[in-house]
């Protein structure tokens, strides 16, 4: 089970860390994606950070403005978001899958419930 904590109302150019706490011992062999979604749109993948704790991210979505880290003393990972725009406005998951990074949303069998995050201009 995953659940984010760390969203709301944020103004244009904050930054804001959300947290995705685990429950269950596989976390340490897990890697964790984050996705956003806006109504209407489908998942759009941000980066995962793999049970390695090596991150890659999507070249496009949110262009060097965000970092994943995991602490697997707190079965958490985070993702740090800096710069943010009022187009960063979505719900924003976390997903589970086993060890390897993987940037499409099928991949992932474990999904929190999404934290809404909205910028404000």
């Known amino acids: 089970q995953l659940v984010e904590f760390g969203g709301g109302l944020v103004q244009a150019g904050d930054s804001l860390t959300l947290s995705c706490v685990a429950s269950?011992?596989?976390?340490?062999?897990?890697?964790v994606g984050w996705f956003r979604q806006t109504p209407g749109k489908e998942r759009s993948f941000l980066g995962a950070?793999?049970?390695?704790?090596?991150?890659?991210y999507d070249t496009e979505s949110m262009k060097g403005r965000i970092t994943i880290s995991r602490d697997d003393d707190k079965n958490t990972v985070y993702l740090q978001m800096n710069g943010l725009k009022p187009e960063d406005t979505a719900v924003y998951y976390c997903a589970g899958r086993g060890f390897y990074n993987k940037r499409t949303s099928d991949d992932y069998g474990v999904w929190g419930q999404g934290t809404q995050v909205t910028v404000s201009s």
């Open positions: 950070v793999s049970w390695t704790a090596y991150s890659e």
């Open positions: 269950g011992p596989s976390f340490k062999t897990s890697a």
